[in-house]
């Protein structure tokens, strides 16, 4: 599994031109499931999420998490993450999970994140969707639950 994770001040989906999913402060993550994942893999990367330090604490350091400032998650689904660009000019996604466990693996991330008590709001699987979000720092962070970077 891979993500990007976002810091944001707020951050909204709109999916067909309907909003389906809308946070505050918090984190935009965008997820990508690959071949071969499991439910090892959502949970690491969802432990992962909710501990992550990159919210600054009172002396401006990246000390605090999502879970200190009582943050928010907006979570979309992104096979895009998986594209392979190293050959030719149109990426393959032939590293992305097929959807039936792709929804799963996607659907089981957030619940192990809401079980650490977090608001999680999602986008639409599968669809088309458009995100407006404001970046804070601009703080942007990768992960993979393959430990590849």
């Keep these: ?3 990007v994770v976002q810091r944001v001040s707020q951050a909204n989906v709109l999916a067909e031109g309907i909003e389906s999913g809308k946070v505050g402060k918090g984190l935009l993550v965008l997820l990508g499931v690959e071949k071969g994942d499991t439910l090892k893999d959502a ?3 969802a432990e992962k999420t909710a501990f992550l330090r990159i919210f600054s604490d009172e002396f401006d350091k990246m000390n605090l998490s999502v879970l200190d400032i009582k943050g928010e998650i907006l979570v979309i689904s992104q ?3 998986l594209g392979d660009c190293r050959k030719g000019r149109r990426p393959n996604f032939f590293a992305a999970a097929e959807p039936i466990l792709a929804k799963e693996l996607y659907s089981r991330y957030m619940e192990y994140i809401r079980g650490y008590g977090i608001k999680v709001e999602s986008g639409v699987f599968q669809a088309s969707m458009s995100l407006t979000l404001t970046n804070e720092g ?3 962070i990768l992960l993979d639950s393959r430990k590849a970077f």
Aim: hydrophobic share 50%; proline share 8%; glycine share 0%.
């Design 1 to 3: 599994m891979r993500a």
């Design 43 to 45: 949970e690491y990367l």
């Design 79 to 81: 096979f895009t993450l």
């Design 138 to 140: 601009p703080v942007t």
